[in-house]
């Protein structure tokens, strides 16, 4: 476990330290911030509407947190590969992955203490964005639960997406690449699904519909965390970690 952690700390902190990473938090920041006042003018216009029509007011959380969960999302369906492409094919070029190989530390370890220093990495840009809606619980009257629970649903999503691009890099030495396949895997995750939803095949379109990432997500959105979707998350989460394990066991015998 201590190895673990260690290698855990040692890349969360060659990540968030270097250049590179405070351009793509100042990259998001500035997307978030003009999308967000966006969001919060459209959610203002749909108020003043509501009032003097005397309609229901607009839910916030729908019109505004939601919205910007969806450019979250979208940002880190290419961010989160940028982050995690160096994890093992930096490793690889540079020569220091075989000294890990021979050192007396196991694949399981490698893989997930660079794991836990990809989630890290990308969980502190995930923690800024949260910042935004965060700071309208001085001004709005919203259900925290509804936001917490959005906030889990794109953390689980975050995951899935650094288990991805860290398997993207275990399979290469060239980060591009790792960058490369991480943003297909990335898309895949979301259209494999959908792709096959048309399908008369009832008990493969079932199937297909559990493994839709958005349809998974839509409890999260709604605030009723359903236990069926965190088990959804965590295993395919565990997919991708148990594929970049074997991929670094089967370095270790060539």
């Not at 855990?8 to 997307?31: E, G, N, T, Y």
């Not at 966006?38 to 749909?46: K, L, P, R, V």
């Not at 969980?123 to 800024?128: G, H, Q, S």
Request: charge should be positive; include cysteine.
């Amino acid at each position: 476990m201590r190895s673990t952690l260690l290698i855990a700390w040692k890349d969360f902190k060659q990540i968030i330290l270097s250049p590179s990473f405070f351009l793509v938090a100042a990259f998001c920041a500035i997307i978030w911030s003009i999308t967000y006042k966006g969001f919060i003018s459209n959610f203002a216009g749909e108020m003043m509407a509501s009032n003097m029509q005397g309609r229901p007011a607009p839910n916030i959380i729908r019109v505004v947190f939601t919205q910007h969960i969806q450019v979250t999302n979208l940002l880190f369906i290419f961010i989160v590969p940028a982050l995690t492409m160096r994890l093992i094919s930096e490793e690889k070029k540079s020569r220091t992955y075989d000294l890990l190989l021979t050192s007396p530390i196991t694949a399981t370890n490698i893989v997930i203490g660079k794991f836990m220093a990809g989630i890290a990495a990308a969980a502190t840009l995930l923690a800024i964005s949260f910042l935004y809606p965060a700071a309208m619980g001085f001004v709005a009257d919203f259900s925290w639960t509804t936001l917490l629970s959005l906030y889990l649903g794109i953390f689980f999503i975050t995951a899935l997406y650094t288990g991805a691009g860290m398997f993207a890099s275990s399979l290469t030495e060239s980060p591009m690449l790792a960058f490369i396949m991480g943003v297909i895997f990335n898309f895949l995750i979301w259209f494999i699904g959908p792709s096959t939803s048309g399908t008369e095949i009832k008990w493969l379109a079932s199937v297909m519909e559990y493994l839709t990432v958005g349809t998974q997500m839509m409890g999260f959105v709604n605030g009723a965390i359903q236990i069926s979707a965190v088990i959804f998350f965590i295993t395919a989460i565990s997919f991708f970690v148990f594929l970049s394990q074997r991929v670094v066991e089967s370095s270790r015998w060539r």
